[in-house]
């Protein structure tokens, strides 16, 4: 038995013992369809239990969706990795998403290397969620606001990611696609939204691909 007791509050939590509950998720995820060795990879280093609510640390390698306040949840690591994985994104990309929440998926964009610029409506979930990120260096540029703006500043992106459920795509988050730029985003219905991925051709053509159904919290204000 490990004794970490006598670790000070606020430092990173020993990773010991959750490294070998990581692999495991990893494993639960590839059986799931998760091909992207890049990405499994990513998912088996992101420390997730830093970005659980302390009341749910133990479960936080299970393949499940968790509570951070605010009626908000870190997605399900299944999700996290699905979307990752149709982002496509390669390291050095530039890369926005919508929806920073617990700051998971940003550490998993994080660790595939990419530029990564994330919005978070809930100013409170976003100072919470860029403490842990700090603490774990993990290098990123958030701001709070409205993600169906998007991040008009730093456009074009190479990929963005909506991690809530839309009712329909922004129109300026396509706008802020680059050419061959990729949007991922659930979209439907507040219980269920079908995975899009929207690649930019050119100007004005956008193909749309449809990867099942998922069930996100609700994009407030689309
Ligand atoms: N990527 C997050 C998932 C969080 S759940 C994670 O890994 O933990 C979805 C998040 O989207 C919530 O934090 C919610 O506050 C945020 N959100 C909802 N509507 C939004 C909007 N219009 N603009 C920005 N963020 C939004």
Redesign the pocket.
């Known amino acids: 038995m490990s004794d970490r007791s006598s670790q000070p509050a606020g430092r990173v939590r020993g990773d010991a013992p959750y490294a070998l509950r990581r692999g495991r998720l990893v494993n639960v995820l590839r059986n799931k369809g998760i091909e992207d060795a890049r990405v499994l990879d990513a998912i088996g280093r992101v420390r997730r239990h830093e ?1 659980t609510e302390d009341g749910f640390v133990f479960r936080a390698y299970f393949d499940e969706a968790l509570p ?1 306040g ?1 009626n ?4 399900q690591p299944f999700t ?1 990795a699905r979307q990752t994985e149709l982002l496509q994104a390669e390291a050095g990309a530039k890369v926005l ?10 550490a998993v964009l994080c660790e595939l290397g990419v530029r990564l610029f994330s ?4 100013a409170s ?1 976003l100072e919470r969620a860029k403490g842990v990120l700090h603490r774990l260096g993990y290098r990123l540029r958030t701001k709070a ?4 703006e998007g991040w008009p500043a730093f456009a074009p992106y190479d990929a963005i990611v909506v ?2 459920g839309a009712r329909s795509v922004p129109q300026p988050l396509l706008d802020q696609l680059a050419i061959g730029g990729r949007l991922v985003i659930p979209v439907g219905g507040p219980d269920r939204q079908e995975m899009l991925r929207i690649t930019r051709r050119s100007e004005q053509q956008f193909d749309r691909e449809s990867f099942g159904i998922f069930s ?7």
């Open positions: 970005f951070i605010k908000q949840t870190i997605s996290v998403e919508i929806g920073t929440g617990s700051g998971y998926q940003a919005v978070e409506l809930h979930l606001g409205n993600g169906y991690t809530a996100f919290v609700p994009f407030v204000g689309s």
